[in-house]
Each structure stands twice: as structure tokens, then as C-alpha cells.
């Protein structure tokens, strides 16, 4: 009687190692796709509102009119700040809906015009 219950447990056991070391496996495959470092980016240009209430959304463009929608913490401030000119650093945080890159903002400045 004995001898069949160490039998069963020490089945259980391989079946339990093996099944942990196929979770370890994957989770360790997946963990790598889901780290990724996005770009760091710093744009300098001038701040604006985009879009048609009620799904507006703040962004920069710059001198040769390349447009970066902008995302973060930030969003109260940056619209205050609409028509000023600045430099923002972020990172690239994909596309917006309407097809325009956006960045989400960690620091921002107001900057002269050269």
C-alpha cells in the first residue's frame, strides 16, 4: 500500500516539475517581448489644440511642420501654453487615431525663438 502511494506522489511530482518548467519557459520567452525600450525624443516647436471637441488633443509642431500629438500628466499645462513655443521630452508612445505620432511627455520648457 505504501509502496503504491510513493508511486502516485512521485508521479504527481515529474508531472508538477515538468509543468513549472514549461510556465518558467514561457514566461521568460514572453517577458522579453514585453520589454521594450521606446525612443527617447526631444522636438522643439509650437504648441497647439488638434482635433474637434469634444476629442481634442494637444500637440507640437514644428518648424518644418512635422506634428507630434502629445500624451502624459502633462495635458492641463501644455494647453495653457497653447501658441507658445517650447521643447518637450518624452518618448515615442506609437500613433494617435488620426495617424499622427505621439509622444508621451515627461519634461517640457519654454524655448526662444532662433
Known amino acids: 500500500m505504501f509502496f503504491n502511494f510513493y ?3 512521485r508521479k504527481f511530482t515529474g508531472i508538477f516539475l515538468l509543468g513549472a518548467l514549461l510556465l518558467v519557459l514561457l514566461g ?4 522579453g ?3 521594450m525600450e521606446k525612443d527617447e525624443i526631444q ?6 489644440v488638434m482635433g474637434n ?5 494637444v500637440a507640437i509642431q514644428r518648424d518644418d511642420g512635422k506634428v ?8 492641463k499645462e501644455l494647453r495653457s501654453l497653447q501658441g ?7 518618448k515615442l508612445s506609437g500613433k494617435t487615431p488620426r495617424g499622427a505620432e505621439a509622444i508621451e511627455v515627461k519634461s517640457f520648457q519654454l524655448s526662444e525663438k532662433k
Open 53 to 57: 471637441e469634444p476629442f481634442t488633443q
Open 28 to 31: 521568460t520567452l514572453g517577458a
Open 84 to 90: 507658445k513655443r517650447l521643447t518637450v521630452k518624452g
Open 33 to 35: 517581448s514585453l520589454k
Open 68 to 75: 507630434y500629438a502629445l500624451t502624459g500628466e502633462y495635458d
Open 7 to 9: 508511486k502516485k506522489i
Open 43 to 48: 522636438v522643439t516647436g509650437r504648441i497647439y
